[in-house]
């Protein structure tokens, strides 16, 4: 028989393509090898979760282990992010929103100042509002978001199976500032130790337009860039 109480005090990390974050608490595990349970509750001291090239800083991570007969696990993340929109120059802040349990879960996103879903989608994707993506070339914009589907889930797992130092790789419809148009943009973050990555950014249709800049970790919400 199991009775095994486990307490962390943000002594357990998480850090991968998704989610970087801290946690502690404190929970006990109860059963035997083949009716295992858990109860108690984990928190999420601090973190980011990692969205179409955007990090959202964890406002709240709560899990709550709830049957001593199996694992199941109840839970709510609230996470934000500032945006602005590249063609009005407006900042936008963006809540996300993830409750329910791992098998039947609920996302909402919302921003401040109001924006309709689709409009978040658009600025998230594109770094747009849908009124000012059919002010620039909205082909290029369908024809970016195309690529971003059909072409990254494949290429991202070649690579990172083939070059263990990527640590993520995207290709998303994104508003270029040379152009004034939405086109499809490269991402590529590397890890070169625990702390320290290189994130770059090329624009897949104009050569030329590409960046690149250092990130030092100093813990999950805080990071230097040059």
Same mark, same amino acid.
């Given at each position: 028989?199991?009775?095994?109480?486990? +307490?962390?005090?943000?002594?357990?990390n998480i850090d991968n393509n998704l989610i970087k974050a +801290?946690?502690?608490?404190?929970?006990?595990?109860?059963?035997? /090898? *083949?009716?295992?349970? /858990?109860?108690?509750?984990?928190?999420?001291?601090?973190?980011?979760?990692?969205?179409?090239?955007?990090?959202?800083? #964890?406002?709240?991570?709560?899990?709550?282990? &709830?049957?001593?007969?199996?694992?199941?696990?109840?839970?709510?993340?609230?996470?934000?992010? *500032?945006?602005?929109?590249?063609?009005?120059?407006?900042?936008?802040?963006?809540?996300?929103?993830?409750?329910?349990?791992?098998?039947?879960?609920?996302?909402?996103?919302?921003?401040?100042?109001?924006?309709?879903?689709?409009?978040?989608?658009?600025?998230?994707?594109?770094? &747009?509002?849908?009124?000012?993506?059919?002010? @620039?070339?909205?082909?290029?914009? %369908? /024809? /970016?978001?195309?690529? +971003?589907?059909?072409?990254?889930?494949?290429?991202? !797992?070649?690579?990172? !199976?083939?070059?263990?130092?990527?640590?993520?790789?995207?290709? &998303?419809? !994104?508003?270029?500032?040379?152009? %004034?148009? &939405?086109?499809?943009?490269?991402? #590529?973050?590397?890890?070169? @130790?625990? *702390?320290?990555?290189v994130n770059y950014r090329a624009s897949l249709e104009k050569?030329?337009?590409?960046?690149?800049?250092?990130?030092?970790?100093?813990t999950p919400k805080l990071s230097f860039l040059a």
């Amino acid at each position: 028989t199991i009775d095994l109480t486990i +307490s962390a005090n943000d002594t357990v990390n998480i850090d991968n393509n998704l989610i970087k974050a +801290s946690l502690g608490g404190k929970f006990k595990l109860v059963g035997d /090898a *083949e009716n295992l349970g /858990a109860v108690g509750d984990i928190r999420v001291t601090e973190g980011l979760v990692f969205f179409r090239g955007h990090n959202f800083d #964890i406002t709240k991570g709560n899990f709550k282990l &709830v049957s001593p007969n199996e694992i199941q696990v109840l839970f709510e993340v609230l996470a934000q992010t *500032e945006i602005e929109e590249k063609v009005e120059k407006i900042p936008y802040t963006i809540y996300f929103n993830a409750t329910g349990s791992v098998d039947n879960f609920t996302t909402t996103l919302t921003s401040d100042p109001f924006l309709d879903d689709p409009d978040i989608l658009t600025l998230i994707e594109v770094g &747009v509002t849908q009124k000012s993506a059919e002010s @620039t070339d909205v082909g290029k914009w %369908e /024809a /970016a978001s195309v690529i +971003s589907g059909s072409a990254q889930e494949f290429i991202e !797992s070649e690579l990172s !199976s083939r070059l263990k130092f990527i640590k993520t790789f995207q290709i &998303v419809p !994104s508003y270029s500032d040379v152009s %004034e148009s &939405v086109q499809p943009f490269l991402l #590529i973050t590397s890890k070169l @130790t625990d *702390e320290v990555s290189v994130n770059y950014r090329a624009s897949l249709e104009k050569i030329g337009e590409q960046s690149a800049d250092l990130e030092y970790s100093f813990t999950p919400k805080l990071s230097f860039l040059a």
